[in-house]
Nanobody, 116 residues
Framework: QVQLVESGGGLVQPGGSLTLSCAAS????????VRWYRQAPGKERRLVAG????????DYTDSVKGRFTISRDNAKNMLYLQMNNLKPEDTAVYYC?????????WGQGTQVTVSS
């Protein structure tokens, strides 16, 4: 059974940090390109960070550059998103995503709330 299970979300004050984790199972994780998306209330789901399989290049949406870091551990079938200097506008449900050819998998999401 294919699964992507996020964890690590929660309530954090502005300026704080969180690390999101995504555990993959049921497929060959190391072959998949991986990304993090987020969806704020009343808004569309948007790409936050991606990591290319072919060369490991990391890309970020402008609003998180310098604050977020995407990484993966293929030996553990894990994807991470380190988030520093969090801002209220980072509040959203965060989803991990894996893609290989026509195969596309989503996690169920984890809530991140940045508020004082």
């Amino acid at each position: 059974q294919v699964q992507l299970v996020e964890s690590g979300g929660g309530l954090v004050q502005p300026g704080g940090s969180l690390t999101l984790s995504c555990a993959a199972s049921g497929f060959t994780f190391s072959r998949f390109t991986v990304r993090w998306y987020r969806q704020a209330p009343g808004k569309e789901r948007r790409l936050v960070a991606g990591m290319l399989l072919i060369n490991g290049r990391r890309d970020y949406t402008d609003s998180v550059k310098g604050r977020f870091t995407i990484s993966r551990d293929n030996a553990k079938n894990m994807l991470y998103l380190q988030m520093n200097n969090l801002k209220p506008e980072d509040t959203a449900v965060y989803y991990c995503y894996a893609e290989y050819g026509s195969l596309r998998y989503w996690g169920q999401g984890t809530q991140v709330t940045v508020s004082s």
